[in-house]
């Protein structure tokens, strides 16, 4: 059965960091794009960071470039999102999504971050 479970949200204060971790199983992890997406309350999910497959292409939202770092692990099946410098513009739930072109999508449950002081 295919899962992604995010962890290691938050209250953290402004400036500070946390790295979120989305463990993943049922499926052929290293063939799929990850990302993250957030959102806050009243307001559409976004998209944050991306990261392919094979090369391991990464993209970021305008609003998180140079502050927020995506990577993978394949060996761990875990997709992580590292977060610096945090403002409260931040604040959302962040989820984590498997993508493949030819195969089902998958969406995480989500992990609560909250920055302020």
């Known amino acids: 059965q295919v899962q992604l479970v995010e962890s290691g949200g938050g209250l953290v204060q402004p400036g500070g960091s946390l790295r979120l971790s989305c463990a993943a199983s049922?499926?052929?992890?290293?063939?799929?794009?990850m990302s993250w997406y957030r959102q806050a309350p009243g307001k559409e999910r976004e998209l944050v960071a991306g990261?392919?497959?094979?090369?391991?292409?990464?993209n970021y939202a305008d609003s998180v470039k140079g502050r927020f770092t995506i990577s993978r692990d394949n060996a761990k099946n875990t997709v992580y999102l590292q977060m610096n410098s945090l403002k409260p513009t931040d604040t959302a739930v962040y989820y984590c999504?498997?993508?493949?072109?030819?195969?089902?999508?998958?969406w995480g449950q989500g992990t609560q971050v909250t920055v302020a002081s």
């Open positions: 049922g499926f052929p992890f290293s063939q799929y794009t």
């Open positions: 999504k498997a993508v493949h072109w030819n195969a089902r999508t998958y």
């Open positions: 990261i392919a497959s094979g090369y391991e292409e990464t």
